[in-house]
């Protein structure tokens, strides 16, 4: 059996997937973890691509992945904004510090 | 092509936050003080004016569901459209009403005035969405302005957690809704809902898909194994916000959720169970971590989870039977939960304004400040009671009537499991008042706490309004629930219109 590039595409977004929620779940700094949710919008963006590329449909996958970007980015923004202010509050990006500190 | 009025609500609302922004940065420049003023009133004045054409689009619903499309952009005014936009319109007017007494010359204000304006226009057009990626992306708009919303309190340490908190989830909980998108399009070529329904057999993909929109769309509306953002982002954000948070956007989740699960309804005959299921755990987790709170916000916030069990009983036994009772009595109950719990956060609200003016710090409300509250402030102590007594359930309340017809679909379904279902809801549902009545006792029956006596001599109008109209609208309903059928009727029929396709 030879690799088609779909699938190779689609083993991709699963890796990127594993690894993104390993991400989430084991990192504890807070920029890592808006790192970890970086890989899962590349996830996203690849399997919306490679879902519309099998249906034949390329314009539509390509138009939904720049939506998601743009949405995304400002998802991110916020993230990291959120994370300059955990910084300067609180001085530490450590997540179980800050739940440690609300008490 | 004409365009319809429901569109014109969208686009005025969104179209006036950048106007209610920058008004109110000018207004703020000119008189040097903290608060924006003018933003308030501009605020205002477009919840407002998205009332007109909301009440255009309302009259003219009898004659079917408008439609507008824009390229390959379809936005169509149905029946659950119909109650979420009615919902949040309502509920945001009043919160913006609200917060013109609490958040005056709080920081920012122009700010917040314009992320809620933005957050209840991307929550109406969420309703609107019959695309799979559309409504992803009103989701998006509703989640972005939410962050910011739940965050604005950036100094304060539980502020920041919160958002945090708020934002890892339901931003990983989104990317796992454009896997499900995508597996969606790979199987059927299409995102369009009503052409899924029709294009969706069993497969793996498929049921993985619905997997993953439960999981998602399951973030948003707070489903127990992943509600733990809810509690810590509901009782940080601004009271005002905390209202539209419970009372809206969890149940526009929940609406997204159904609206996907609707359009896979060929795929699998569980989906109604598996609803049932997660309504089950809510009640029960969210009835036992409720009981062992003591500060009030966090408590409702808790006391949001069982309401969303109440809710998804409801769905899942009109999806798993396919009855219209257990649809409309769920979307009764929707609406009637929105009132309930922004009333009583409000009302909260009321008693943390008077704390926040005892002690001028952020710290929270914890239950033994509310004693004897009732003395110094019998209006808000009345409100705060009548939401208390209506999400406990008792009769002649709202909350009452929409449980009743929840529990009368259940068992009228004659399914024993169904059935047992409903009686777990009614016990879970005298469990609640475990903590309600405590709270009301404490108002009622006790000397004046030290935060009560130090408070100020009377509340601001426009905090008093707002909780007076809806206590007034509680009973109303609970005395004439017949009041509310031209909202849980439509949007009951829309809902089973979507199952069968």
């Not at chain 2, 009898?62 to 509920?91: C, H, I, K, N």
Request: glycine fraction near 10%; charged fraction near 10%.
């Amino acid at each position: 059996m030879s690799l088609s590039p779909v699938t190779i595409i689609w083993a991709g977004v699963f890796c990127l997937l594993g690894i993104g929620l390993y991400g989430l779940l084991a990192v504890r700094n807070l920029i890592k973890v808006i790192v970890a949710l970086q890989i899962l919008v590349k996830m996203a963006m690849l399997s919306l691509v490679a879902a519309s590329y099998s249906v034949d449909k390329l314009a539509l996958g390509q138009s939904l992945a720049v939506m998601v970007m743009v949405a995304d980015t400002i998802v991110a923004v916020i993230g990291l904004a959120l994370a300059v202010q955990v910084q300067q509050r609180l001085g530490t990006l450590d997540i179980s510090e800050l739940s440690r500190l609300r008490k | 092509m004409t365009i319809p009025p429901f569109i014109w609500c969208i686009v005025l609302l969104w179209g006036l936050t950048p106007a209610i922004y920058l008004l109110g940065r000018i207004g703020q420049q000119r008189d040097e003080s903290p608060g924006s003023p003018i933003a308030r009133w501009a605020a205002l004045a477009a919840m407002l004016a998205a009332w007109i054409p909301l009440g255009m689009a309302i009259t003219s619903f009898a004659d079917g569901p408008a439609r507008y499309t824009l390229g390959a952009m379809a936005l169509e005014f149905d029946g659950l459209a119909l109650l979420l936009s009615v919902l949040a319109m309502a509920l945001g007017t009043l919160a913006v009403i609200y917060s013109i007494g609490y958040m005056a010359g709080s920081d920012d204000e122009e700010k917040f005035y314009a992320m809620l304006v933005a957050m209840i226009g991307a929550i109406v057009g969420l309703g609107c969405a019959t695309d799979l990626f559309n409504m992803w992306v009103w989701f998006e708009a509703m989640a972005i302005t939410s962050y910011l919303l739940v965050a604005f309190y950036h100094e304060q340490p539980g502020a920041l957690e919160a958002g945090v908190k708020y934002l890892v989830q339901s931003a990983a909980g989104s990317m796992l809704i454009l896997l499900g998108i995508a597996l969606v399009l790979l199987q059927t070529g299409t995102l369009d809902l009503s052409e899924i329904h029709a294009a969706a057999v069993t497969s793996p993909a498929l049921l993985s898909a619905g997997g993953l929109f439960l999981i998602g769309f399951g973030v948003k509306a707070a489903l127990v194994p992943v509600h733990t953002w809810l509690p810590d982002a509901h009782s940080q954000a601004p009271t005002g916000v905390s209202a539209l948070l419970s009372g809206v956007v969890i149940e526009a989740g929940l609406f997204a959720l159904l609206r996907v699960i609707t359009a896979l309804a060929n795929v699998t005959s569980d989906w109604g169970v598996l609803l049932m299921g997660f309504g089950a755990l809510n009640m029960l987790i969210g009835n036992l971590m409720a009981l062992r709170q003591t500060r009030i916000k966090r408590l409702l916030a808790f006391s949001s989870l069982v309401h969303i069990g109440y809710m998804l009983l409801g769905f899942g036994a009109a999806i798993y039977t396919g009855t219209l009772t257990g649809a409309q009595g769920a979307m009764f109950h929707v609406f009637n939960h929105g009132l309930m719990k922004s009333l009583a956060f409000m009302a909260a609200g009321c008693f943390l304004y008077v704390l926040h003016a005892a002690h001028s710090d952020h710290s929270a409300l914890v239950a033994d400040d509310l004693y004897g509250a009732a003395g110094r402030y019998p209006f808000a102590a009345l409100a705060f009671s009548i939401a208390l007594l209506s999400l406990g359930g008792l009769p002649p309340l709202a909350g009452f009537m929409s449980k009743w017809q929840i529990f009368v679909a259940c068992f009228n379904s004659g399914n024993a499991w169904i059935s047992g279902l409903a009686v777990f809801g009614a016990l879970n549902s005298v469990l609640s008042l475990g903590y309600y009545a405590p709270l009301i006792n404490r108002m009622y029956r006790k000397a004046p706490s030290a935060v009560i006596e130090n408070g100020p001599e009377s509340l601001p109008l426009s905090m008093l309004v707002p909780l007076g109209l809806m206590a007034l609208a509680i009973v109303m309903i609970g005395v004439w629930p017949v009041l509310l059928d031209w909202l849980s009727m439509p949007s009951g029929l829309a809902l089973m219109a979507a199952l069968s396709g």
